[in-house]
């Protein structure tokens, strides 16, 4: 897949823009009291010398698990996202996953099944998991790092570091944002910063992506409508 296709998808901004290497070395799992609620989400993603794109997030729950879901579409690009997949004392483990992309025609899909997931979560739920870390606290003096699989079942790693909590004026209102950059050591010029929703576990109010430090990219919350309600 091209990068000008990686930026454009609507990956779970694990990987946005990103191609960072793989690694094995995981933290210790966060402990599971922030609890997952369901919710739709729109946001506006800007990337450099393309036009703006509407992502689509649902987090919703189905009988045994969890699905998380992202999709995108613009004139020349498209791409979607579905994981499923469970909480447990260990932490978020996959049940599946689902992908696909394509740029002007040109693209692929790609699926993760329990035998590959077994070991690493797939980038749907690695972004759940590392939310419901930095809602749980910790790391905020040293990087953790968080191991997961990417679209075609590599290991992938990033060191992450809690800023603490910033208030953010979004098109979708002002929120109470916990801050947490995002790095790969391998490629310290690319850095990312995510804010998450505090409430909501696997929410983001909004992301930049820096490199060389100008940012490339940004993507922020458009409207929140939570399930259920």
């Not at 004392?89 to 394509?102: F, H, K, L, M, T």
């Not at 905020?140 to 790693?157: I, P």
């Not at 570091?161 to 790969?184: H, I, Q, W, Y």
Request: hydrophobic share 40%; charged share 25%.
């Amino acid at each position: 897949m091209s990068r000008t296709l990686r930026a454009l998808a609507p990956l779970p901004l694990l990987a946005l823009l990103l191609a960072w290497t793989s690694g094995a070395t995981q933290a210790a799992m966060a402990e599971p009291e922030t609890l997952l609620q369901p919710f739709s989400a729109s946001y506006r993603l800007e990337v450099k010398g393309w036009p703006n794109a509407t992502i689509e997030h649902r987090l919703t729950r189905e009988t045994g698990h969890w699905q998380s879901r992202m999709q995108a579409a613009i004139a020349v690009a498209r791409g979607s996202e579905r994981s499923r997949f469970i909480v447990t004392p260990e932490g978020v483990r996959s049940v599946n996953y689902a992908s696909g992309y394509s740029l002007l025609g040109v693209g692929g899909d790609y699926r993760l099944g329990g035998s590959e997931l077994a070991r690493l979560p797939d980038r749907q739920a690695a972004l759940v998991e590392l939310s419901r870390r930095a809602l749980n606290g910790g790391c905020e003096n040293e990087a953790c790092r968080l191991v997961y699989l990417d679209h075609r079942g590599r290991e992938e790693r990033l060191d992450y570091r809690l800023l603490g909590v910033e208030t953010l004026a979004l098109p979708a209102g002002e929120f109470e944002a916990v801050k947490v950059e995002v790095s790969d050591p391998e490629t310290p010029e690319r850095t990312m910063l995510f804010h998450f929703h505090p409430q909501y576990p696997g929410l983001l109010l909004a992301v930049d992506y820096h490199r060389h430090g100008e940012r490339r990219s940004r993507l922020t919350l458009t409207s929140l409508s939570p399930e259920g309600r």
